[in-house]
């Protein structure tokens, strides 16, 4: 499966942002994906992550209760929909695919995720 990212941009603190991630290539379906960012000068760090079926997701504590996300298999393409974001919050913003895994999988390292898509910056303004 191949991954593309986008939606990102500058927003101000408060506001609200959308990422979408679509797949292309093998079926969709038969992966979790998680959402990863990276800030300049950190390292990549988990965001949230979705299992197959959209009927389980986890959440990074810092973005909980602001981040949601949500796929469309129909469609081959995962929703990062953030609200209420915070300067902190600025980086590029990847999707990746974890092979595998039952209805609960929302793995939360990177070592499951074998295919990463290119990323999308967000930058959220003071």
């Known amino acids: 499966v191949q991954l593309q990212a986008w939606g990102g941009g500058l927003v101000q603190a408060g506001g609200s942002l959308r990422l979408s991630c679509a797949a292309s290539?093998?079926?969709?379906?038969?992966?979790?994906i998680g959402w990863f960012r990276q800030a300049p000068g950190k390292e990549r760090e988990f965001v949230g992550a979705i299992a197959w079926n959209g009927g389980s997701t986890y959440y990074e504590g810092s973005v909980k209760g602001r981040f949601t996300i949500s796929r469309d298999n129909a469609k081959n393409t995962v929703f990062l929909q953030m609200n209420s974001l915070k300067p902190e919050d600025t980086a590029v913003y990847y999707c990746?695919?974890?092979?595998?895994?039952?209805?609960?999988?929302?793995?939360?390292?990177?070592?499951?995720?074998?295919?990463w898509g290119r990323g999308t910056q967000v930058t959220v303004s003071s």
């Open positions: 990746a695919a974890a092979r595998g895994g039952g209805d609960y999988y929302t793995p939360r390292n990177n070592g499951p995720y074998d295919t």
């Open positions: 290539g093998r079926t969709f379906s038969d992966y979790a």
